[in-house]
């Protein structure tokens, strides 16, 4: 399991990296509007819930877009800090870029100093969900770290919810992924190309039949 993962990682990641700059960011562009139109439809944009999104890094989808409109909106916008020690993200609200500074692997982190403020996790009305690969049932390949499955695993424990947005491009979909237990599922995957969403079933948050894109 574990070499299949490292093997996976390490595919979809080059393949990632040999999409051109300009081509990342007019993918991303496509994507970002997509997430923008849910989350005002959800409320996110008009203050009716906080939006958790991580900064991107490398050849990551560009969704800096996203809390730059939720900003401008006047939304909330959340952005994890990490705490390597422990291998655990804590939340902070930022009102801009000029609220973070360059943390671990040059990840732009919440900064005190400069205004972040700790977030009420319980306020989170989405997250967006960073991963290297993504399957149509909702599965997540995430960077092997596993902050971001204890993040949602933990939040869950407390009966705190938010729906699970992945933004990715279209080469990081897979048809299967080598998942176990303690990995989270997504919600939804947005790509250039459209949504993949899990349908809900029975009223559960957990049931589910599987991704259809539109």
């Known amino acids: 399991m574990s070499q299949w993962k490292k093997e996976l990682r390490r595919t979809v990641l080059e393949e990632r990296e040999r999409l051109g700059a300009e081509e990342r960011s007019v993918k991303s562009a496509s994507l970002c509007s997509r997430i923008v139109d849910m989350l005002d439809e959800l409320g996110a944009l008009r203050g009716h819930g906080r939006l958790l999104t991580f900064m991107p890094f490398g050849h990551e989808v560009d969704i800096h877009p996203v809390a730059e409109r939720c900003w401008a909106a006047g939304g909330s916008v959340v952005v994890p800090k990490t705490v390597p020690a422990e291998k655990r993200l804590e939340l ?45 049932s909702g599965g997540r390949l995430g960077y092997g770290g596993g ?13 705190i919810r938010p729906l699970r947005i992945a933004p990715a491009f279209e080469i990081q979909l897979r048809d299967e992924l080598p998942l176990e237990k303690h990995d ?6 947005v790509t250039e190309s459209g949504w993949y969403i899990r349908e809900r079933g029975g009223g559960s948050v957990g049931a589910f039949r599987g991704f259809q894109s539109f």
């Open 92 to 136: 902070f609200t930022v009102g801009g870029l000029e609220e973070l500074t360059p943390g671990l692997w040059g990840i732009l982190e919440p900064d005190a100093v400069k205004g972040a403020v700790p977030a009420d996790p319980a306020q989170l009305l989405a997250v967006l969900v960073p991963g290297v690969a993504f399957d149509r």
């Open 147 to 159: 902050y971001y499955d204890r993040l949602l695993a933990g939040l869950e424990e407390q009966g």
């Open 184 to 189: 989270v599922k997504v919600d939804a995957v």
